[in-house]
């Protein structure tokens, strides 16, 4: 068994709880390979963050960014969450209790035939001749420029039907998990995974529609018009930049997160907001 540590970059209490966690493995036999940021923070040696998508487990220290990044740059394994940050949705392990959650974890992957993961799903975003890597979080499509007199005109359709066309700041489609974040800010509504939908918002629409909760099966097309340039966004991170008019389509990522760890808690994470 492999085990992979990716901390918080810049974060002196991330590397060195990365430290502890890898001491705690080393000792009961278990390979540890840090990402090439933490172990310099440690002074060992280290590999890019995508070598660790063969390990049996990554385990990501930080806030919800780092989990994001972590979880993009090793796919298909499964991510555990320790958080650092202020809300932590998607790190349920508190600092203090990491190195035991993280021996408990490694030892139901050693002694489970075939180990279940919570799957989170993802959205991804492509056009004519490009596509962005899949977001856990939201596909943003937006202008240059936010505020009065900036924006793009959209035109919305889930499954070829029209839902919605104006002038917008732009338009979000975000999973379950992303429904916290950008989406919440932008008036969109809080999705249970259960549900199992993607949730699309407009952004400051002139006459804008509620949101909408569509089926993970949907493909959600954005057409762009009434600007030189826009942007679809995965995540916060990674931009396509657009030379409308062009057409933006968004459909769910053949791949989800896997998670590791104790269980995700939705409404336990939501009183983290207040």
């Not at 993970?216 to 995965?234: F, M």
Request: hydrophobic letters at 40%; one cysteine or more; a negative charge.
């Amino acid at each position: 068994m492999e085990v992979g540590i990716v901390a918080q970059r810049g974060n002196s209490r991330a590397a060195e709880l990365a430290g502890e966690i890898r001491r705690a493995l080393t000792e009961t036999a278990v390979a540890v390979t840090l990402d090439s940021a933490t172990a310099a923070a440690l002074d060992r040696e280290g590999r890019p963050p995508e070598a660790l998508a063969d390990c049996s487990l990554v385990v990501s220290i930080g806030g919800d960014g780092t989990f994001l990044y972590t979880a993009r740059a090793v796919a298909p394994a499964p991510v555990m969450g320790v958080n650092l940050g202020e809300v932590g949705f998607l790190n349920v392990t508190a600092p203090g209790e990491a190195v035991e959650a993280v021996r408990e974890e490694v030892h139901r992957l050693r002694t489970t035939a075939d180990p279940e993961f919570q799957e989170m799903p993802q959205v991804t975003a492509s056009g004519d001749g490009w596509g962005l890597p899949p977001a856990l979080n939201e596909i943003a499509v937006l202008g240059p420029q936010r505020g009065h007199g900036n924006g793009i005109d959209i035109e919305v359709r889930v499954d070829g039907d029209l839902y919605t066309g104006s002038h917008a700041d732009g338009v979000l489609v975000a999973t379950p998990t992303g429904s916290t974040a950008y989406n919440l800010s932008e008036g969109g509504p809080l999705v249970n995974p259960s549900v199992g939908g993607f949730v699309v918002t407009e952004m400051c629409a002139d006459g804008p529609m509620p949101s909408l909760v569509v089926s993970p099966e949907s493909t959600v097309t954005v057409q762009i018009d009434g600007a030189d340039l826009a942007y679809a966004v995965a995540d916060g991170r990674t931009r396509e930049e657009l030379s409308p008019p062009t057409q933006v389509e968004i459909r769910r990522a053949p791949e989800p997160v896997r998670v590791a760890g104790p269980p995700l808690d939705f409404f336990t994470a939501l009183g983290k907001l207040d």
